[in-house]
């Protein structure tokens, strides 16, 4: 089993900037992707940003193309999320979840992650 633990998150301006980090333990080999879910209060969580545990697919929302970028440390078996020009709709509780089933590309609905993480608060004020 793959076990998530995210961290990172907090209260910033408007503007300002996070960075969320993800770490992965367990059996860390069965990860093909690792994915950043947002859940805002009363909305359905969605795909925020992914990245193949292996290779360089990412894949990002539209709506943070530009300003979050993911990527990965598999000697430190963490992925991060930076980012930057925070928005106050960008306020939500942050996940990342483990698929490990085998995709050539990044899935992007949450029923297609099997592991998650507990999740970590980012709000921003404006």
Known sequence: QVQLVESGGGLVQA???LRLSCVASGRTFSIYV????CQAPGKERELVAGIRWVGSRTYYADSVKGRFT????????????Q???????????YYCA???????VVPTTANDYD???QG???TVSS
């Open 34 to 37: 690792i994915g950043w879910f």
């Open 70 to 81: 993911i990527s990965r440390d598999n000697v430190k078996n963490t992925v991060y999320l």
């Open 83 to 93: 980012m930057n020009s925070l928005k106050p709709e960008d306020t939500a509780v």
């Open 15 to 17: 503007g300002g900037s």
């Open 98 to 104: 483990a698929n490990s089933t085998y995709t050539p």
């Open 115 to 117: 592991v998650w993480g």
């Open 120 to 122: 970590t608060q980012v």
